[in-house]
């Protein structure tokens, strides 16, 4: 199987702070990783594309100063929320892809078990 | 503009009945669609993949269509169980792996 672990699964932090969320795939590398938000029963929302070695593709309306990425290797990608404030509480969920571009990929994600930010 | 629709209204079936749920897309041309069970609180697990030159795809007690003419996927559960209960995520292929989600149809089935 393909795990991918996220961390923490709940953070409470105080306006004005940085909170940051690691994503791991534990049992595969990860070229390619997604960063998506949540509010209650709505959907998935792409915040932005985590390529390993390169800068993040972001979403547009996704502010990348606030929502920072870094993808420093095939197994780890974070995302620092900075300056949080109580509209940035969600549920934040990372998910890793084992494509590699070759002919036999499919687009299947491994997602994380979310976390949850409350920004008080 | 772009939309993925899937039943905002959960659905609700009797144990051992068929679940039938729906996704429709607009202005999308996915190379391939996925369904993915998502329990409240935790991130989704992927179910099924289906490519665009396929019509049907089964796995287990789990069934999908792909009508690409009609901008359309099913997706069917049979012999439902309550441990089927959740929500259930269609999601499209949006270009270099990027994969964007509908907001999803809660099924509970009923013991």
């Known amino acids: 199987g393909a795990v991918v672990s996220q961390h923490p699964s709940w953070v409470i932090c105080k306006s004005g702070t940085s909170v940051k969320i690691e994503c791991r795939s534990l049992d595969f590398q990860a070229t390619t990783m997604f960063w998506y938000r949540q509010f209650p029963k709505q959907s998935l929302m792409l915040m932005a594309t985590?390529?390993?070695?390169?800068?993040?593709?972001?979403e547009q309306g996704v502010e990348k100063d606030k929502f920072l990425i870094n993808h420093a290797s095939l197994t780890l990608s974070t995302l620092t929320v900075t300056s949080a404030h109580p509209e940035d509480s969600s549920f934040y969920i990372c998910?890793?892809?084992?494509?590699?571009?070759?002919?036999?990929?499919?687009?299947?994600?491994?997602f994380g078990e979310g976390s949850r930010l409350t920004v008080l | 503009s772009q939309k993925i629709e899937q039943n905002s209204e959960a659905l609700n079936i009797q144990e051992g009945k068929t679940a039938t749920l729906t996704c429709n897309y607009t202005?999308?041309?996915?190379?391939?669609l996925q369904w993915y069970r998502q329990d409240p609180g935790r991130g989704p697990v992927f179910l099924l993949l289906?490519?665009?030159?396929?019509k049907e795809k089964r796995k287990e007690r789990l069934k999908v269509t792909f009508d690409t003419t009609l901008k359309q996927s099913l997706f069917h559960i049979t012999a439902s169980q309550p441990a089927d209960s959740a929500t259930y995520l269609c999601a499209l292929e949006n270009g270099g792996f990027k994969t964007i989600f509908g907001a999803g149809t809660r099924l509970f089935v009923k013991a």
């Open positions: 985590s390529n390993e070695g390169s800068k993040a593709t972001y």
């Open positions: 289906i490519r665009e030159n396929e």
């Open positions: 998910s890793a892809s084992k494509a590699s571009g070759g002919a036999g990929d499919t687009g299947e994600l491994f």
């Open positions: 202005n999308y041309s996915p190379a391939y």
